[in-house]
């Protein structure tokens, strides 16, 4: 398993009326999630389009156990559990100290960046995630 | 079956560098149309509020089929296809004219607005229902 | 003067903590009116794209006079006074009914939409503009 | 003068299908600039909330002098060059290294945060400012 771990500190503008993060801001942290794991594993996602490749969302998916609120530190933990092929999944845990807020997964599917056509992943990134899942 | 329609117009705002739909921005239309399915019942989202209940979401799911472009004028079709109890679930789907850009669920929890603690849904709304789903 | 006006619904995700519209979602509505502004002159914002150009907003400003809260249904007055050159203002007013929320403006300059260089602004959309202002 | 420096990353949900950072977004960065502010001097926002103050802005600037980008970690300087009385006024300048991207302010009053009408600031939060400006 690849796994990170982001701080991320809760807007004023991430809340709504009723006091706590809206929820469709999780998937926000997600994105911030996954872009350091992937910096992480020094193959950042503007490397992926540099070479011609995008990373686009086709399944997301976030299970809510407790509220966020502002000013929370939130702990954004990501975890690449399984090799990725034509596709990838990530999944998330967010928590506040020790109380987990949310879980969810996105699963991403390699894309021609022009065409967004499905493609197979570049070989220099699959590489480095066998040397990782060894 | 509930079912309501709303055509909601695509914001730069709402783009990203992909020169697509950022993904999260879906489950802020998700709320636009179940905001419009509560209030075409006459019973909007705030009547629920005022008598001291609201409606988090607890579960959210999400899968892109298409990609969505600024100034689409999208359809966001809402549908509630269970009588509620203590929980609500509401179904999505987006079309840009015929075609089918993402679909996805919401699932929330009737809770007393003030201690977020669930609670039965209000019993004036539970006829309602009843009389819809008859 | 050009003028249009835009109804646009505050949604529960525009909303902050502190139980009305959040500042920065004003400029989300400023360009929703800049977006209809543009359509009603028969002349969408897509087209400039299309034609190689864009509009980048260089300067935008706005004065909170009154808080908006969920579910309004806002009046979004968009105003342009003057005759746009290589640069393009428009002036803004959001109501709630009949009370003023928020004024505002942004200067915007025409660009190339590849270079993002200042350029002077496509000839049809300027004999559109003069025909509008004589 | 008062000033604090924070880094924050910019992720693709801030930018749109220019390829660059939207500019409502640049606002949301604004707040993030000035919780730190306030955090650094010990008295975080949330201590004004708890004491029954809110901080509305009411007026706000930006002057977009070039166009931020994904990934960039920008560095987000926000200045309290005056003493605040009723009004605060808050400077910002986001950088990426050593290139300014955008300059503005904010303007904010001092209110009730039940009935949100002007109030003086809390005492202590003004020793504490004067304090600083000696």
Redesign the interface.
């Known amino acids: 398993m690849i796994k990170s771990e982001l701080l991320y500190?809760v807007?004023?503008?991430h809340?709504?009326?009723?006091?706590?993060i809206?929820?469709?801001?999780y998937?926000?942290y997600f994105?911030?999630g996954r872009?350091d794991l992937l910096r992480n594993l020094d193959y950042?996602?503007?490397l992926l389009e540099e070479k011609g490749y995008?990373l686009?969302?086709?399944?997301?998916?976030?299970?809510?156990h407790k509220?966020g609120k502002?000013?929370q530190l939130l702990r954004i933990v990501t975890m690449m559990k399984d090799l990725p092929s034509v596709r990838l999944k990530l999944e998330y845990e967010i928590y506040n100290e020790e109380t987990l807020l949310v879980s969810g997964y996105?699963i991403h599917s390699f894309v021609n960046?022009k065409t967004?056509k499905p493609v197979r992943p570049p070989e220099d990134f699959m590489i480095l995630m066998k040397s990782k899942f060894k």
Chains 1, 2, 3, 4 share one sequence.
């Open positions: 500190r807007l004023y503008a809340t709504d009326m009723m006091g706590v809206y929820y469709a801001k998937f926000e994105e911030a872009n950042p996602y503007l995008a686009p969302v086709i399944e997301a998916h976030c299970t809510f509220a502002y000013d996105t960046n967004l």
